[in-house]
């Protein structure tokens, strides 16, 4: 075990990189070894939360995620593109959904970035063309819900 991670720190934007590149080659294990390597080296690092958050949001694991995109908003409150993984992650819970949305354009008002900002519209969109309306007709996974606790 090393015991000085002094060293590797200047290194924790590479661990960051690869945990995102394995995420998006659905890579969970190698992402999830990534992320706790960075985090080893910088528990304050917005990225090394954001990135397991990441993780979490893609098995659809929104408890987790939830808490990761928190625990980032913890370290930097001004963090937009954690807020608008929050939004989105909560886009996937029942009763969050409308919550999630005001995350998301709340994130929109307070970025000068245009990329989060595209991004947020986006998640937004989503909302309101899948999750709100459902898909090619369907009734949405909202109301599929409604009506299964209704029995």
């Not at 075990?1 to 720190?9: A, C, L, P, V």
């Not at 929104?62 to 807020?83: G, S």
């Not at 519209?121 to 009506?147: C, D, V, Y």
Request: charged share 30%; net charge neutral; aromatic share 8%.
């Amino acid at each position: 075990m090393i015991k000085n991670t002094e060293t590797f720190k200047e290194d924790i934007h590479l661990l960051l990189e690869a945990g995102f590149i394995a995420i998006n080659q659905a890579d969970e294990d190698s992402a999830k070894k990534l992320f706790d390597a960075s985090m080893l080296l910088d528990d304050k690092n917005v990225l090394c939360y954001v990135g397991k958050g990441y993780v979490a949001l893609h098995k659809l694991d929104t408890k987790n995620a939830v808490n990761m995109f928190e625990k980032a908003l913890e370290i930097d409150p001004e963090n937009q593109m954690a807020r608008t993984f929050l939004g989105l992650t909560q886009m996937f819970i029942p009763n969050k959904v409308t919550s999630g949305e005001k995350t998301c354009m709340e994130a929109m008002k307070e970025t000068s970035d245009p990329q989060i900002k595209k991004f947020a519209e986006s998640a937004i969109e989503f909302s309101n063309t899948f999750i709100k309306k459902g898909m090619g007709g369907t009734e949405s996974p909202m109301k599929l819900h409604k009506k299964k606790k209704e029995k």
